[in-house]
């Protein structure tokens, strides 16, 4: 690993700081790209207008009608997170703005039964609610066939989605034959934030089709639904699908973050929080990403996301309390499913490494493995090895249904598209984004998808991809070693394209030991100081005089907040100052 410190442009942190920033967040505002303070006001009214979302006022004339004319329509989601929270965004917002409680309702396919999306089978289950306007929520793009199934029955067809549409060897781009498209990343559209994800579409849509019913006189600028009031959902949402932190998902997610810590929630966050034993009134980004995304995201991989949709959806305290402890309980089975099927992978990949080092990319595939968990599976042996890395198991229909993920510098869904055009017929179908992607494959076909996904990842991996950095923000001063200047950290909004802060520095270790037989404990002596730290998942011991790269989190043990030092990574001192470039 090799640790790289960001540049940190002095005059621009002066001028944050003469705005009256505080001066360490100063600093690392400045290292990500802010240059004036106002690019970190957070008012809804800095968001970027629904007008600009190509297909959004066009989907808020066809929702208006729908409305009016008092037509069924039903939405289908996706079973993630960001599928979850556009599904309950789309229930609540639609019935604020009129629709009767009866006149919206969902489909969420089955991971297992259906896979991924709008598929012709779903359509049907569709059509046999009655449903007169089909609506997607974070899928549709690659639905051409489910869409002309959808329209032959009768139904207009808005999709909202943040998926990249399908691109054909010319170049051309193939849009399925919906009424409406809004989508962020579809040709022609003007919109600056192409980091919106599926919730996030959604909310737009729901803007615009509020700015069409008050000019249709449905309601006032003074007496229209509050639909900010959606915005943990939001937050949720972004943050679990790992959105890029733009100004604008930025805003969204310190909206939404603002919101709860203010303890105005809806009844599914706030049990949630409460099942996972965390404080709303202290909520961040990190909550959203390792306590209540995974919670939500289990429903879909062992269960059916619609336990995770009716938390997020339901009104009642009691019923929002009883579902986030059905999710945490389907949470606990989901890490211990995990843990096994990542022992595994480790025996397998002894076999794939004799000598230790890893190929250029790892395809992995067990019998024994469940569907559900191969993207988490994925995602651990990627951060392990730093090599893009695909899981496969064995779906109902035979199948082997893999999800895969990357490191920066290999874009997936594109090294997918080039294994299609080299083999075609091999992927049943596939689709993804640049760091995480899904496909479908024949299992006689696992040789020939190993195999010609090496040889894509020889041909765009170099040295330099390969080698794991670890950006920082280099020494943490000693008077920023507080509680208080923790909790500031804690306040601001961090994620994909705006990091959290990691700190390096270099330390004498003055102890280790293990702790919970999978975590090193440790005594650190830093800048003259004892610290206590910690490294997760680490079981290996460190030199006497190492440089570390951390976070720092508070430790609250018996009355006493104590600054802790959470190592992210750790490099030979001998390197430190060829790695500060």
């Not at 559209?189 to 008050?214: D, I, N, W």
């Not at 994925?378 to 990357?406: C, I």
């Not at 055009?421 to 992607?437: S, T």
């Not at 003259?528 to 508070?554: C, K, M, N």
Request: hydrophobic share 45%; proline share 6%.
């Amino acid at each position: 690993m090799q640790i790289i410190v960001r540049d940190v442009p002095p005059r621009t942190t002066w001028q944050l700081e003469q705005a009256g920033i505080h001066p360490l967040l100063a600093r690392l505002f400045a290292s990500r790209g802010v240059r004036q303070a106002d690019e970190l006001d957070d008012q809804a009214a800095r968001l970027l207008p629904p007008s600009a979302l190509r297909g959004a006022t066009q989907a808020a004339h066809l929702l208006a009608d729908a409305l009016e004319a008092g037509q069924a329509m039903c939405i289908v989601a996706d079973y993630d997170c960001d599928g979850a929270t556009a599904c309950a965004v789309g229930l609540r917002g639609l019935r604020m703005l009129g629709a009767r409680s009866d006149q919206v309702s969902y489909v969420v396919p089955d991971r297992a039964l259906h896979g991924y999306g709008l598929t012709p089978p779903i359509v049907d289950l569709v059509a046999a609610k009655g449903a007169r306007v089909l609506i997607t929520v974070d899928n549709g793009m690659a639905s051409h066939e489910a869409v002309l199934r959808a329209r032959a029955l009768g139904m207009q067809v808005l999709i909202t989605d943040h998926h990249l549409p399908v691109v054909h060897d010319d170049g051309s781009v193939s849009l399925p034959e919906a009424d409406v498209i809004v989508n962020p990343n579809q040709p022609d559209c003007p919109f600056a934030s192409k980091a919106l994800v599926g919730v996030g579409v959604m909310f737009y849509v729901l803007l615009a089709l509020r700015a069409e019913l008050r000019q249709r006189g449905h309601f006032d600028a003074a007496s229209q639904p509050r639909l900010d009031a959606l915005l943990d959902l939001v937050a949720l949402g972004t943050i679990a699908d790992v959105g890029r932190l733009d100004d604008n998902n930025r805003r969204l997610v310190a909206l939404g973050l603002k919101r709860i810590r203010s303890g105005r929630m809806q009844p599914g966050i706030a049990a949630l929080f409460a099942a996972a034993g965390r404080d709303p009134r202290r909520a961040s980004s990190m909550d959203f990403g390792f306590a209540l995304g995974p919670r939500v995201n289990a429903a879909g991989r062992l269960a059916e996301m619609g336990l995770g949709i009716e938390c997020l959806s339901t009104d009642d305290p009691g019923r929002a309390e009883a579902l986030a402890r059905q999710l945490d309980a389907i949470n606990r089975e989901r890490r211990e499913l995990e843990s096994g099927m990542r022992e595994q992978a480790e025996l397998r990949l002894e076999a794939l490494m004799p000598e230790g080092d890893p190929p250029y990319a790892l395809a992995l595939f067990d019998a024994e493995f469940h569907e559900g968990v191969v993207g988490i599976v994925a995602s651990r042996l990627k951060d392990r090895l730093h090599r893009p890395t695909f899981v496969f198991a064995r779906g109902q229909d035979g199948l082997l249904k893999g999800s895969g993920r990357s490191i920066p510098g290999f874009h997936l869904r594109d090294a997918l598209d080039l294994v299609s055009k080299r083999h075609p017929g091999l992927l049943h179908k596939f689709g993804g984004h640049a760091m995480a992607a899904g496909c479908t494959l024949s299992e006689s076909d696992f040789p020939v998808f190993d195999a010609a996904l090496q040889r894509v990842a020889r041909e765009g991996l170099d040295a330099a991809t390969l080698s794991r950095q670890l950006m920082s923000d280099g020494p943490l001063e000693p008077q920023w070693f507080t509680p208080e200047t923790v909790e500031k950290l804690d306040e601001a909004v961090w994620g994909p394209g705006f990091e959290a802060p990691v700190f390096c520095d270099e330390v004498d270790v003055l102890g280790q030991r293990l702790v919970g037989e999978r975590h090193l404990k440790l005594s650190l002596r830093l800048q003259g100081q004892v610290r206590d730290g910690i490294w997760f998942g680490h079981t290996e011991p460190l030199p006497g005089r190492v440089r570390l790269a951390y976070r720092v989190s508070v430790d609250e043990f018996q009355g006493r907040r104590r600054v802790q030092m959470v190592v992210e990574g750790c490099e030979p001192c001998a390197a430190s100052s060829g790695a500060q470039r």
